[in-house]
């Protein structure tokens, strides 16, 4: 795939604002203790209804408070380094090796012609922030 670093991460960041691909920031451990701490709390104080009473008011405040802690798929592709960029463009090189496109035009009319060739590369996408930057992207 003849399509340099850049112009692919141009291609993956139109796609993924496209479809709205947002990382979660690594808040969920944070909503968590907040409501487990409620959760214990209301047990102490009320019992099993305070337990229930508890978790869900904790629940609520654990959402409220990690509400918005996210970063568009986007974002983050534009502010890869140049070595991270490379290795974007390895990762697509070899799983994409069946797609051949000359150039940047050709691989952007191929993705929006064909929607098996778009799914795909938002698969890739997908995985290559899982396996490689261990990041969970939320749809």
Known sequence: MPVSAEELIRLLAVLSEEEEMKVAVRQTLKGGLIAGTCATVGGLLG??????????????????????????????????????????QE????????ITA??????????????????????????????ELKMEIID
Request: net charge positive.
């Open 102 to 131: 000359e150039d940047f035009t050709a691989l952007s009319k191929m993705v929006a012609g064909d929607e098996e060739v778009r799914r795909k590369m938002l698969n890739g996408l997908k995985s290559y922030f899982s396996d």
């Open 47 to 88: 019992g099993p209804v305070g337990i229930a009473v508890g978790g869900a008011v904790g629940g609520a405040w654990g959402a409220y408070a990690t509400k918005g802690k996210f970063r568009a798929v986007s974002e983050i592709l534009i502010d890869m380094n140049k070595d991270q960029r490379v290795q974007l």
């Open 91 to 98: 990762y697509f090189s070899v799983a994409f090796r069946n």
